[in-house]
């Protein structure tokens, strides 16, 4: 954390060489209290000889009745606003819905089911689950904790995928979708 006031602080979390700044901006005084972390932010850096690339810096609202009029600078650079940021693989949107970051790990899906679908023509149904669960299932449950779906719509999209990699084996091409699942 960053101490400004006792009353006024500002959340930092780390990973790796990846800092995310973040507050509960209410009002102007939250505002510049975010300008002032970042200003102490650069004094830190520059204090240690360490060099922050501002044009990989990004500002991102969360939430309703977002104020995009303030502006964040570093080092003398304004701060690019953005509505969506992707981090450590998982796409956040304003409004935390996921819907993008579902889509995206939906079409990767596919492409892996063509991969498995293109180069492995006669597999047995162990071979199939072993490619199944490595190239296609864990793209659908990276960070599944994070984004967990709750729309009924993008929940029949994750579970479509499963229906048509089921089709892919031949012995159970036949049965339904139920029966292809046991």
Not at 12 to 29: E, I, R
Not at 44 to 71: E, F, M, P
Not at 135 to 155: C, Q, T
Request: charged share 25%; with cysteine.
């Amino acid at each position: 954390m960053i101490y400004l006031t006792p009353a006024n602080t500002l959340h930092v979390c780390l990973f790796a060489d990846d800092a995310k700044l973040y507050k509960h901006v209410l009002c102007d005084d939250d505002h510049k209290s975010v300008q002032c972390g970042l200003n102490a932010l650069q004094e830190w850096s520059d204090k240690w000889l360490l060099k922050l690339n501002a044009s990989k810096c990004k500002t991102v609202y969360y939430g309703r009745n977002i104020d995009h009029g303030y502006k964040y600078s570093l080092h003398s650079a304004e701060l690019e606003n953005t509505s969506t940021i992707k981090d450590l693989g998982v796409i956040f949107d304003p409004e935390l819905s996921f819907s993008q970051h579902c889509k995206e790990k939906i079409n990767k899906a596919y492409a892996m089911l063509g991969i498995i679908k293109r180069n492995f023509i006669h597999l047995s149904e162990e071979a199939f689950v072993s490619h199944y669960k490595t190239l296609v299932r864990s793209h659908l449950e990276y960070a599944n904790s994070v984004w967990n779906p709750y729309r009924m719509l993008l929940i029949k999209d994750l579970e479509n995928v499963q229906m048509r990699a089921t089709k892919l084996v031949i012995k159970l091409k036949h049965f339904s979708y139920k029966e292809r699942l046991t």
